[in-house]
């Protein structure tokens, strides 16, 4: 199992989520890597609107609605909620629908919430029952980190540059850092990942503080750093896996999946299990975001108020542009994703 | 012929070069929409260094050498500068070297020179013959454009979704004019264009200008835009056209370009002329800039110093990848263009 002090600032589960006597802070990603700070919310409903808001993003909803469900607990033991489990059941139903395109976060609650269903809670045993129902979901994804990250590290090559979109958190980078201490020497090119730049901000500093070599680039570079061969080999993390292969992940993987295609490189999607309510991408949510965040960056305008913006914020990357889909249970091409199917625990 | 009143800010010639009594202004693009000002310089070593910072791009040097020309042959009859081909043929060297990709410049100054060789000229002429020399390459750019966008409106349908890449300037922008004239409904998705943003900042202000429906989107969103049929169609400029029909244009114009073929969309580029100097891609020069523009968004840091930025200016897109390229002799599949071969007069 890797440690868990390996792990990038960002990725370190205090920076994700931290449960207060009275609230929840959660990092703010918007602000990395300039400030590291933290949004306070005193209840579920804020919450959801940090998540909403892209205060945490990617795999950082996930952390922020474990510690949400200790923070109920509490709640429920200094009587300030009532001790049914409509009272957990509410809050899942809130805060699944914070994030409509990743699913992990709203499946790993449903499988929370139907577990605590099964077990007589109190208002004395409630927060020991969540708390240990919590450490075992942990538990659990770090595994299936440590696993996707044993598959990810063996198929990067000694000298390969390898492109990404956004931030591909603990399965690309635990990869990462795995083949390096295999010895394989490599390059990562981060896509900058317009509008909110989590590439540059979140993927790019997390690399340099792993001691990876990094570049940066923009969102239009796939086919030059392709066409040149300066690029052999395209990972990403997926937001959500449909039972046909097919994938959900930020904007902009799609554009770069035709090009590894076009250019005979390949593409890993790196996924915890992918989601049986998904027959087939056409089920897939993509979430549609303010035009408006397209016409600044960082909150600076970089065009006139009359121009429009378009913003859908996924892409849905057909099962006939991926090599394979990297699970916890093994690498998959995306017709045999079938086979990795696993209740979350 | 279209008017030049039609003409968006931008590419009013005033507006890229004008001349002064003892300097050349050249319209800074650098700062576009959000300012409307100019850089003042005094000799041509200085309007290369401001053509090699950006200040104008695209389609803006050519104007600014020719106006440069103009400048030349004052400081001749001002007897600033001495009277012979030389002071003209070593200005051509300077201005030709600051942007090494986009060859029009240079083949049209080369051409100029050629012409005021077999003139005889001193410093009571050399005034009139050079603006008449300017004036009739003006006059001959103007009637390529015409034609170009006569070709570019041609093939616009209506209903159409239109992605462009940077700022394809009079080509691109008249076809749309003529496209709308003819009672065409069409709308243009503009990707911003990092890291200099000139889809946002000069394109698709110059297109609200105009009056074109216009949505500004990141660099990414080809494969998004195409595979949900939202774009059915692809132009740009192209920087230079080799006898083989491959092309240069601005980083990013590659991985559209690639899409359109995936998703079976005609990529069209608008050329004046191939470079016969140029005879397959492997001859393209492809400019590369300082990586830490990528790190940058209008001045302001978008990651951390210690990331590398990697920055090629330009894509070179293979022949196998473009529908037609655009020219005022026709629209030719890229391995007909040899006859589109037409010495710039």
């Known amino acids: 199992m890797f ?17 207060q006597k009275d609230s929840i802070l959660i990092g703010d990603r918007r602000t990395f890597p300039f400030e590291r700070s933290f ?33 109920l607990a509490r709640q429920i033991a200094r009587s300030i909620v009532p001790c049914t489990i409509e009272t957990f059941d509410e809050a899942i139903r809130i805060l699944s629908k914070a994030r409509p395109t990743n699913t992990t976060m709203a499946r790993t609650l449903t499988s929370f919430g139907v577990k605590l269903t099964a077990i007589e809670f109190d208002k004395r045993t409630i927060v020991e029952i969540v708390d240990n129902l919590v ?20 198929v990067i090559t000694d000298q390969d540059g390898i492109l990404t979109t956004c931030f591909a958190e603990h399965s690309f980078l635990l990869s990462l850092l795995k083949a390096k201490d295999q010895g394989k ?3 990562v090119f981060v ?16 690399l340099v503080e792993l001691g990876i070599e990094t570049a940066l680039v923009t969102d239009g570079m796939a086919g030059h750093l392709m066409a040149n061969k300066i690029v052999n080999r395209y990972m990403t993390a997926a937001d959500a896996v449909a039972m046909d292969g097919s994938i959900a992940n930020k904007i902009g993987t799609l554009t770069n999946a035709v090009c590894a295609l076009h250019f005979q490189i390949p593409y890993h999607a790196f996924a915890v299990s992918p989601d049986t309510s998904l027959h087939s991408c056409d089920d897939i949510v993509v979430e549609l975001r303010d035009g408006n965040d397209i016409k600044r960056v960082m909150g600076t305008p970089i065009t006139v108020e009359q121009v429009q913006g378009y913003y859908p914020a996924f892409d849905v990357i057909d099962a006939t542009l991926i090599t394979s889909i990297i699970t916890g249970k ?9 086979h990795a199917y696993d209740e979350v625990t």
Chains 1, 2 share one sequence.
Not at 62 to 70: D, E, F
Not at 330 to 338: E, R, V, Y
């Open 3 to 19: 440690n868990q002090e390996q792990l990038p600032y960002l990725l370190q589960k205090e920076h994700i989520a931290q449960l």
């Open 39 to 71: 949004v306070r919310c005193h209840d579920i409903t804020s919450v959801a609107d940090a998540i909403r808001a892209m205060v945490t993003q990617g795999g950082g909803p996930l952390q922020v609605a474990l510690v949400s469900m200790k923070f």
């Open 135 to 154: 450490h075992m979901i942990e538990i659990d994804f770090d595994r299936q980190y440590d696993l996707m990250s044993d598959f990810g590290s063996s």
């Open 185 to 187: 020497r490599f390059k």
């Open 191 to 206: 896509p900058e990942t317009r509008p909110y730049l989590q590439g540059a901000r979140l993927t790019a500093p997390s």
């Open 330 to 338: 093994g690498m998959f091409a995306p017709n045999q994703i079938t």
